[in-house]
């Protein structure tokens, strides 16, 4: 079955780039769905941060979209988020996620991964 | 956005009994498009409801939901000693998709 596995550094320098990939495995991420990153600081509930298709096509959090960017790599089966200009409030874990489509739109998410810690730090 | 309010913030409930949680939403969520996700310490949220009412794929039947509109359920039947996690509901009728806070079903 799919699995997903996050990687990246674990720690960031204040205004620098958090960078993380999510290594799809078991399928295609050239399938029909949606591949989403959704954080949680510690101690707190869920963030969706934004999501992509495998054409490209994404749509991110208007709370974060100028920071951030989603890309995908179809020869490596694996799709990435960079999110700038970090501070401390975006110091959480980071899921990365599918979700099937429903009819058009993006369904619940049914498979995710294990989560990496990113600290945001000098 | 749609903002969604769940209650109660913790449920203080012993093994084997009912456990009813609610999740609102601050407007109506297009076509009952509302999941459930249950969370355990250290664990990935695990999809449990979508569709407000549909199981997932090896999710005992001892966990339902209902509602429309905005106003949804999440119901166990019986309470089982792996059942105490965080619940969360989750709405992705409409961009950008939202979570719920979260319930705190815990062990009285």
């Known amino acids: 079955q799919v699995q997903l596995q996050e990687s990246g550094p674990g720690l960031v320098k204040p205004s620098g780039t958090l960078s993380l990939t999510c290594a799809v495995s078991?399928?295609?991420?050239?399938?029909?769905?949606?591949w989403s990153w959704v954080r949680q600081p510690p101690g707190k509930g869920l963030e969706w941060i934004g999501e992509?298709?495998?054409?490209?096509?994404?749509n991110y959090n208007p709370s974060l979209k100028s920071r951030v960017t989603i890309s995908v790599d179809k020869s490596k089966n694996q799709f990435s988020l960079k999110l700038s200009s970090v501070t401390a409030a975006d110091t959480a874990v980071y899921y990365c996620?599918?979700?099937?489509?429903?009819?058009?739109?993006?369904?619940?998410?049914?498979?995710w991964g294990q989560g990496t810690m990113v600290t945001v730090s000098s | 956005e749609i903002v969604l309010t769940q209650s109660p913030g913790t449920l203080s409930l012993s093994p084997g009994e009912r456990a009813t949680l609610s999740c609102r939403a601050s407007?109506?969520?297009?076509?009952?498009?509302l999941a459930w996700y249950q969370q355990k310490p250290g664990q990935a949220p695990r999809l449990l409801i979508y569709?407000?009412?549909s199981r997932a794929t090896g999710i005992p039947d001892r966990f339902s939901g209902s509602g429309s509109g905005t106003d949804f359920t999440l119901t166990i039947s019986r309470l089982e000693p792996e059942d105490f996690a965080v619940y969360y509901c989750?709405?992705?009728?409409?961009?950008?998709?939202?979570f719920g806070p979260g319930t705190k079903v815990d062990i009285k």
């Open positions: 996620a599918r979700s099937e489509i429903v009819v058009v739109i993006p369904g619940a998410f049914d498979i």
């Open positions: 078991g399928g295609s991420i050239s399938s029909s769905n949606w």
């Open positions: 992509i298709y495998h054409s490209g096509s994404t």
């Open positions: 407007q109506s969520v297009s076509s009952s498009y």
């Open positions: 569709g407000a009412s």
């Open positions: 989750q709405q992705y009728g409409s961009s950008p998709p939202t």
